[in-house]
């Protein structure tokens, strides 16, 4: 059973930057697809950034050059770098995860393993 826990969220100005991370206990983290998501109230969850087992790395059209995803295998921890942030970005933060996977992508279904958010605040 996977446990995935976020950290870093908070308030920051537009323009701002914040990181987010997301441990992942279990093992073989090499063998999970990850992904960032998030949602606003009122709003369908989103896919922000995923990795797939490959290591390509997908991003919404709306983070594009903004946001970046990384991780470190040795830690077992996903991140989320998130720079020049828009008041659109405020929402709750989700990391997810599915087990031996090879390509999830940013779509909701394709994850079963979710953590339990960190919200992001971004003010004009």
């Known amino acids: 059973q996977v446990h995935l826990m976020e950290s870093g969220g908070g308030s920051v100005e537009a323009g701002g930057s914040l990181r987010l991370s997301c441990v992942v206990s279990?093992?073989?983290?090499?063998?999970?697809?990850l992904a960032w998501f998030r949602q606003s109230p009122g709003k369908e969850r989103e896919g922000v950034a995923s990795?797939?087992?490959?290591?390509?790395?997908r991003y919404a059209s709306s983070v594009m050059g903004r946001f970046k995803i990384s991780k470190d295998n040795a830690k077992s921890t996903l991140y989320l770098q998130m720079n020049n942030t828009k008041p659109e970005d405020t929402a709750m933060y989700y990391c997810?995860?599915?087990?031996?996977?090879?390509?999830?992508?940013?779509?909701?279904?394709?994850?079963?393993?979710w953590g339990q958010g960190t919200q992001v605040t971004v003010s004009s």
């Open positions: 990795f797939d087992r490959s290591d390509l790395v």
């Open positions: 997810a995860a599915e087990y031996a996977c090879y390509f999830a992508g940013l779509r909701t279904a394709n994850y079963n393993s």
């Open positions: 279990g093992d073989a983290f090499n063998l999970y697809c």
